[in-house]
């Protein structure tokens, strides 16, 4: 909590550390009150950094107790405490600083450093909240040794975990257990981890490559110990996984996976003990969904993967966050894609970035992949450092090719084990071992904002030839007015009559390779390039951007016939889609232009025999096929109206009325597609079955968009159903589209049947948050009463206030301004108990610009905020930089 305005940090003000700790010692007594925590630093002045003898250790909610410097008591004139410091004067070169700090985990409820989630006490040191625990040289740049002992009441505590390996366990005199953990390989105090709880486990164990077997354990609450089978079954694919691709070996004995309820994140990569969230681990066909067991399987990949990007090889400071997690989110993404369907996983991710790392980049937060400033770090775990930084490194990835890549990925870990190191390194790691320039390719992490490529086309046909001219450009962010070019790779082809053409740019010679001449990168480096195209038959309809092959905007004047061709012919399964999507968003604003003008919703028949065709297609995956009949979503449409153009009413009744439309008109083949792809079997989180899950609640919903019979079906697959995901298809269909007497019973019986499953409770609170009706509003604040709800917990709050400012426009956007009302004073009173997760639900009233009719609504709400006494940092910058 800050009294005046905190300050900005600057990448260009980055100094190393003047003093080392080659080695920490750190002695926890874990208290019901209060823990002791004692530590010795080990000490040695940075000689490359200067000669100075005074040193800053950083520390916030902390009581000094005691202070030892080389064994005596510390004089006070040698040290001072301040606010969130403890300055230490007149340091000799090498020495041994020891200090006694009391903390009070219990009252701890900002989730960040040592805190209680249940009956257990953990730890969450990412990005800064190890100086909560003690006075600390609290920077990744700063890599020591740690060894860790616990002193706890073992039965209360009869699991006591930290990094690294057990070396001891004892009895003491005053009746605790002692544990001590060693961990031999340097980190950043933001991996350490502690835990001590009354655990079960399950265990398992992995060869790795060169023979070591390692010990797998994954922790949970008795009561999930039945949970765990899938997390740890992915667990073991992705060590596999990593050393097949990636070439990394797992390095030490054991491998400790826990589970907490309270976590404000999805899951933490410390040192050989990750700590997840339940709702990132624990799974059960009644507690999880199909989108929640391939969630687990991704995050568990995640985290295991930064062993090496992220651990071995670290960030020198947090401007390069992107360092570890976008290159992550790059390996995790391609583990997905390698265990499922690859289009899909694409489709998916292209999704999650085109509706809101688009907005997050054209807001008043938008900031490069490498930030070049922030007032609080937390605020930059973005949609930005981690999916576009993915983006960036894919764009890496089909510049050099699969085995310069894996060279370049070889040369870094190489290179750098053991250090924490920049983006840069990571870029000149890539360019040494391949040769390549990516000199121009940097602006992608210096430069905000997502660019625009407009491409307009020429067909020549007397000399058959066709002409792309591609122009770039990148609006302006903050602090950036002006954009340099960037290089982005279109990956594309050309679609003629019978399928995709041979491509022979001219000046070029032809390609030898006759197999794969119909796909090409082009090379978009300058602000307008034109690519000439030769010896073709007929004019071809261009196929732009394939796999989504740069996270760019691209603008090109299809005709619905076009889209309708790529949709059906192409070879490229990610345009296919995007097509669909392109046609589905061209229909829907059609159909907003004609509500707005008072006439009757005319969808084009053409659209609805795309649909109607693509039903019959039975040689499309049923994923796929799933994907491509999803409508672009309210929030997807509302980035593309643009600034001061979303009119969220009108979104909602023309893409409610393209639904229906859609329902009745091919409600026969729906009804087939749905009948026929009921999953007799026994519910298993296998693709074929996830797959057909997907495609029947897709046609559910559109069948009951258009009537009752779609309801009728909807309640009958909601008493039919043995698992979740088809409950909660079923009860999102009744609640979207029904009146009160189609949910009303559903809704009730299955918090009766399911109230004791906490993840399960957690999708019932979003599945009403995120109800249509004028209800709504009055149903969140009764929820927030209800006695399963809690605002301490980061998940309960996500999946009630989170979904309805992010997942209702219709309510969110309420007129009377009730919406906006709503989620300040929720923020404001998270504020003071948890001001990471108060930021992060603040971010749906930071696009106050884009809404029609809304901006100085909710603008006044954040001005509100802007005007409270003991604003957090956290909240301050979002408020403050949304209202500039
Ligand atoms: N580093 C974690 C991850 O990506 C995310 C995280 C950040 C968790 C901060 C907690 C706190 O994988
Ligand atoms: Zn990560």
């Known amino acids: 909590m800050r009294d005046a305005n905190p300050g900005t940090i600057y990448l260009k003000d980055y100094q190393a550390p003047n003093y080392l700790i080659n080695r920490t010692e750190l002695h926890f007594v874990l208290g019901e009150e209060e823990t002791l925590v004692t530590s010795r630093l080990h000490l040695l002045r940075n000689t490359e950094n200067g000669d100075s003898s005074e040193l800053?250790?950083?520390?916030?909610?902390?009581?000094?107790?005691?202070?030892?410097?080389?064994?005596?008591?510390?004089?006070?004139?040698?040290?001072?405490?301040?606010?969130?410091?403890?300055?230490?004067?007149?340091?000799?070169?090498?020495?041994?600083?020891?200090?006694?700090?009391?903390?009070?985990?219990?009252?701890?409820?900002?989730?960040?450093g040592l805190y209680r989630s249940q009956t257990m006490f953990c730890t969450q040191c990412e990005a800064e909240g190890f100086r909560k625990i003690t006075y600390y040289l609290d920077r990744p740049d700063v890599m020591s040794v740690f060894t860790v002992t616990i002193d706890a009441d073992a039965d209360r505590y009869p699991v006591l975990l930290s990094n690294g390996n057990l070396e001891e366990t004892s009895l003491l005199a005053n009746g605790l257990t002692r544990v001590l953990w060693h961990d031999p390989f340097p980190k950043p105090s933001y991996l350490f981890a502690l835990v001590a709880g009354d655990l079960e486990h399950i265990e398992d164990s992995f060869t790795t490559c060169s023979g070591r077997e390692v010990a797998l354990r994954i922790y949970v609450e008795e009561k999930d110990i039945d949970k765990?089978?899938?997390?740890?079954?992915?667990?073991?694919?992705?060590?596999?996984?990593?050393?097949?691709?990636?070439?990394?070996?797992?390095?030490?004995?054991?491998?400790?996976?826990?589970?907490?309820?309270?976590?404000?994140?999805?899951?933490?990569?410390?040192?050989?003990?990750?700590?997840?969230?339940?709702?990132?681990?624990?799974?059960?066909?009644?507690?999880?969904?199909?989108?929640?067991?391939?969630?687990?399987?991704?995050?568990?990949?995640?985290?295991?993967?930064?062993?090496?990007?992220?651990?071995?090889?670290?960030?020198?400071?947090?401007?390069?966050?992107?360092?570890?997690?976008?290159f992550t989110v790059f390996r995790d993404a391609e583990f997905s894609s390698d265990m499922g369907s690859r289009t899909v996983k694409r489709v998916e991710d292209v999704t999650l970035l085109r509706s809101a790392q688009f907005a997050e980049d054209a807001g008043p937060m938008a900031h490069p992949v490498r930030p070049e400033s922030y007032i609080e770090i937390n605020n930059f775990y973005t949609l930005t450092v981690y999916e576009k930084?993915?983006?960036?490194?894919?764009?890496?990835?089909?510049?050099?090719?699969?085995?310069?890549?894996?060279?370049?990925?070889?040369?870094?870990?190489?290179?750098?084990?053991?250090?924490?190191?920049?983006?840069?390194?990571?870029?000149?790691?890539?360019?040494?071992?391949?040769?390549?320039?990516?000199?121009?390719?940097?602006?992608?992490?210096?430069q905000a904002g997502t660019p625009r490529l407009t491409v307009t086309d020429a067909w020549n046909k007397e000399a058959?030839?066709?002409?792309?001219?591609?122009?770039?450009?990148?609006?302006?962010?903050?602090?950036?007015?002006?954009?340099?070019?960037?290089?982005?790779?279109?990956?594309?082809?050309?679609?003629?009559?019978?399928?995709?053409?041979?491509?022979?740019?001219?000046?070029?010679?032809?390609?030898?390779?006759?197999?794969?001449?119909?796909?090409?990168?082009?090379?978009?480096?300058?602000?307008?390039?034109?690519?000439?195209?030769?010896?073709?038959?007929?004019?071809?309809?261009?196929?732009?951007?394939?796999?989504?092959?740069?996270?760019v905007r691209l603008e090109f004047d299809y005709s619905r016939n076009d889209l309708c061709r790529l949709m059906s012919g192409d070879d490229d399964g990610f345009v296919r889609w995007d097509s669909a999507?392109?046609?589905?968003?061209?229909?829907?604003?059609?159909?907003?232009?004609?509500?707005?003008?008072?006439?009757?919703?005319?969808?084009?028949?053409?659209?609805?025999?795309?649909?109607?065709?693509?039903?019959?297609?039975?040689?499309?995956?049923?994923?796929?096929?799933?994907?491509?009949?999803?409508?672009?979503?309210?929030?997807?449409?509302?980035?593309?109206?643009?600034?001061?153009?979303?009119?969220?009413?009108?979104?909602?009744?023309?893409?409610?009325?393209?639904?229906?439309?859609?329902?009745?008109?091919?409600?026969?083949?729906?009804?087939?597609?749905?009948?026929?792809?009921?999953?007799?079997?026994?519910?298993?989180?296998?693709?074929?079955?996830?797959?057909?899950?997907?495609?029947?609640?897709?046609?559910?919903?559109?069948?009951?968009?258009?009537?009752?019979?779609?309801?009728?079906?909807?309640?009958?697959?909601?008493?039919?159903?043995d698992n979740i995901t088809e409950r909660l298809a079923a009860l999102r269909v009744l609640s979207q589209f029904g009146s009160r007497s189609d949910w009303e019973a559903p809704m009730a019986k299955f918090y009766d049947d399911w109230g004791h499953e906490t993840l399960a409770v957690n999708q019932w609170l979003a599945v009403q948050a995120s109800m249509p009706d004028d209800g709504a509003i009055a149903r969140v604040r009764h929820l927030m009463e209800h006695p399963d709800f809690d605002l301490r917990n980061p998940n309960k709050v996500r999946s009630l206030v989170g979904t309805f400012a992010g997942q209702n426009p219709l309510n969110f956007h309420r007129e009377d301004g009730s919406g906006y009302r709503l989620l300040r004073q929720v923020v404001a009173e998270l504020n003071s108990i948890n001001p990471q997760i108060a930021s992060r639900l603040l971010a749906p009233l930071t696009k106050w610009r884009y809404y029609q009719g809304r901006a100085e609504q909710m603008r006044s709400e954040l001005e509100l905020l802007a005007s409270m006494d003991g604003l957090s940092a956290d909240v301050f910058e979002v408020v403050s930089k949304s209202l500039k």
């Open 581 to 721: 999507q392109s046609l589905g968003v061209s229909v829907i604003t059609e159909v907003q232009a004609q509500l707005l003008a008072g006439d009757e919703a005319q969808v084009d028949p053409l659209f609805l025999e795309a649909c109607g065709a693509l039903l019959q297609d039975d040689a499309l995956d049923p994923a796929m096929l799933a994907e491509m009949l999803s409508l672009p979503s309210e929030n997807y449409l509302a980035e593309l109206a643009g600034e001061g153009a979303a009119d969220v009413q009108g979104i909602y009744r023309a893409r409610t009325a393209v639904l229906a439309a859609v329902g009745s008109h091919c409600r026969e083949a729906l009804e087939q597609r749905y009948a026929q792809l009921a999953v007799e079997a026994k519910y298993a989180a296998t693709g074929e079955q996830i797959a057909a899950r997907s495609l029947r609640a897709v046609c559910l919903n559109y069948l009951a968009a258009a009537g009752a019979s779609g309801l009728a079906l909807a309640n009958a697959q909601f008493a039919a159903a």
């Open 464 to 551: 058959g030839s066709y002409a792309l001219t591609i122009s770039q450009s990148c609006p302006a962010t903050p602090g950036q007015d002006d954009k340099k070019p960037f290089v982005i790779p279109v990956a594309m082809g050309l679609l003629g009559d019978a399928g995709n053409l041979r491509l022979q740019l001219q000046g070029e010679a032809p390609d030898p390779d006759t197999e794969d001449n119909t796909h090409m990168v082009l090379m978009v480096d300058k602000p307008e390039q034109t690519f000439v195209f030769e010896g073709l038959p007929e004019k071809p309809v261009p196929s732009l951007l394939r796999g989504f092959s740069a996270p």
């Open 56 to 112: 800053i250790l950083d520390g916030q909610d902390l009581e000094l107790v005691e202070i030892y410097l080389d064994g005596d008591v510390l004089d006070p004139s040698c040290y001072e405490v301040g606010e969130a410091t403890l300055l230490l004067r007149d340091l000799p070169e090498q020495c041994l600083l020891s200090c006694v700090t009391r903390i009070r985990p219990q009252l701890n409820t900002s989730l960040e």
């Open 389 to 446: 930084g993915a983006e960036v490194v894919r764009m890496i990835h089909t510049l050099l090719g699969p085995q310069a890549f894996r060279a370049g990925s070889d040369l870094y870990f190489a290179r750098h084990d053991g250090q924490a190191v920049t983006c840069e390194d990571f870029v000149l790691a890539m360019e040494e071992a391949s040769g390549a320039d990516l000199g121009q390719f940097r602006n992608w992490y210096s």
């Open 228 to 326: 765990c089978d899938h997390a740890m079954d992915s667990l073991k694919r992705s060590m596999r996984w990593d050393e097949e691709v990636f070439g990394r070996e797992y390095d030490l004995d054991i491998f400790n996976v826990v589970a907490v309820d309270d976590f404000n994140m999805g899951a933490m990569e410390n040192k050989s003990l990750n700590i997840f969230n339940t709702s990132c681990v624990l799974c059960d066909p009644n507690t999880t969904t199909d989108v929640g067991y391939q969630r687990v399987e991704a995050i568990v990949a995640h985290e295991y993967f930064h062993n090496w990007s992220g651990n071995r090889v670290t960030c020198r400071d947090w401007f390069q966050l992107s360092l570890k997690e976008g």
